[in-house]
């Protein structure tokens, strides 16, 4: 039993190496196929005027002159050793570069995730009890709306009602503050920043959980030890939380999980709306810098955070339902 | 996304014959009534695709004319929707910007679609090696951040209509393999592909004639679902200036120019276009929705 479980997590450990793998080839040859150069980007931007030695020069410094096998092995042993380098644009270490913006993309996607929680669970449970009733179909438009709705769309909305709300409640218009500060920092200043981008990707993930939630509770709720339940006469109250809910939350963790791993790379465009400067407004500035040791570090670690985070759901998984690591 | 789930759900589906005695009409009154919310997508998804169509006849204004005399004109009985910075009537620019979300969600929707069901079907009939190396590759494409393959797609290539519908097919290949790949394993299984095999049938038939019909419940609702996440993917990556660019109406394009900048002084160059591009994707929703409970007797209410 404890062997079964073992086995099964070395083996889907070992499924992830070529998913990175992979991914760091299709990064590494994408972004070289990008026509321009970094270092005729950099010396336009200083001046205007450049010779071909210095452009050599600069080309030998960022180790751009070498054969394209070995810029790759220099980036995979990179990877593997948890040696980012130094960014080619600015120079300076990436890891530094990457926390406050990680820090800040970070907190949006946990915030987001937890938004979506709080909305999915109860609004997806009194739509599958209330199945076809007024109710359900409220619940269910309200999701549907909430995946119809883009969320850079409902970002510009939030924005909108705050400017405008606050002007017509104390005649001062008021915006989210612009700079960032971690949470320890101070608290108030952090939370009212992101709290409105948190809601606007928030609401959309919940869309996806609430009709996760609605159907697999449906289907729960025919199994025949809820109709023991019933028959046993137990509240209603007690078979949809002890009985129903548990045995449905198992796809709910997934879609959670599978969606925070999306949210880590796909906070883009809210990023955008907000005027955040998160791991989203970097990855646009690398690629068009072709700031090749950026792109990549930051297309490694979305990817290794999506990888990581299906792993963790597969064994969580696997660790409810026995059926699937003997599989 | 829900691609696990709905995998296990699809798997098996026997697509059931339509009773031929039914009239046409009676059924189509029939599945309104069973169906409200699926009616109810139908009637959006058939409105959007008339209004792109009719676009020319349908619209007031020129959408790419400008007229700086009526500059961020109200919503009024001439301008129903106002008009935005550089005086366009902004339902004509919707109206036209319909022309090119159904332009880029449906080519999308179908090419990305197809693909991943022939090569799902494949990756599940032919097996083995192959099959692990297709999924491995699959999984790739799954965990590679979409922006930043539709920023090298743009990069690459420029920016335009075409590019972007490349950007956008590219992550729905995987996404509809993998869930055609499970249905097709289990149709694997049932004795009449081996009996095919073992009547000389080459591959390519076996694959096209025999496994594919069988299963096009899931393509079909894929399909559906890709169109309306195609449409929310093109004003998104059209809103970040990776794709549709000015003067060509967009729902996204009209969100980015200036929207933010005059929300207060002119809210409806932010509401109605969102408004436009959430009714779009609210109606294939619906639609898809309805399908899939008529497709899938699994899910279906009893």
Known sequence: MENAVYQYIVKRLFLMIPTLIGAAILVFFLLRLIPGDICELRMAGTGGYFDKEA?????????LDQSIMV??????????????????????????????????????????????????????????????????????????????????????????????GTQAYSGIPWM?????VPIWEDPVHNISQLIWPAVATGYRYSAVATRMTRSTLLEVLREDYVRTARAKGLLEKVIINRHALKNAMLPVVTIFGIEFAFLMG?????????????????????????????????????????????????????????????? | MDARSESQSITGVELEEPAKSQSWLISVLDLTRRQPLGAAGAIIVIGMIFMAIFADFLAPFDPVVNNFEMMHVAPSAEHWFGTDQFGRDVLSRIIFGARTAMLVGFVSAFIGATLGLVLGVASAYFGGVFDLIFQRIMDVFMAFPLIIMALAVVSIFGTGVENLIIAITIPFVP??????????????EIPYVDAARALGYSHRRIILRHMVPNVMAPYLIMITAFVGQAILLEASLTFLGLGVQEPTPAWGLMLQGGAEEYAESAPWMAIFPGLAISLAVFGFNLFGDALRDVLDPKLRAQ
């Open chain 1, 55 to 63: 452009l050599a020069i600069c080309q030998t410094e960022l180790g």
């Open chain 1, 71 to 164: 810029q790759f092995a220099d980036f995979v042993w990179g990877f593997i050793t948890f040696d980012l380098g130094n960014s080619m644009w600015t120079g300076q270490p990436i890891a530094e570069e990457i926390s406050l913006r990680f820090h800040l993309s970070l907190q949006v996607a946990i915030m987001a995730t937890l938004t979506a929680i709080f909305i999915a669970i109860p609004l997806g449970t009194i739509s599958a009890i209330k199945q076809d009733t007024w109710i359900d179909y409220l619940v269910r438009a309200f999701s549907i709306a909430g995946i119809a709705m883009p969320s850079f769309w409902l970002g510009i909305l939030i924005i909108l009602g705050l400017l405008i």
């Open chain 1, 176 to 180: 989210p503050p612009i700079q960032f």
């Open chain 1, 266 to 327: 796909g906070l883009v465009v809210t990023e955008q709306v907000f005027n955040l400067n998160g791991l989203g407004k970097l990855f646009v500035e690398s690629v068009g810098n072709h700031d090749f040791t950026m792109t990549q570090a930051l297309v490694m670690l979305v990817v290794t955070i999506f990888v990581f985070t299906n792993f963790i759901v597969d064994i969580f998984y696997a660790w409810l339902d026995p059926r699937i690591r003997y599989n």
């Open chain 2, 175 to 188: 996404r509809c393999a993998r869930v055609v790949r499970s249905s097709a394993l289990a149709i694997r």
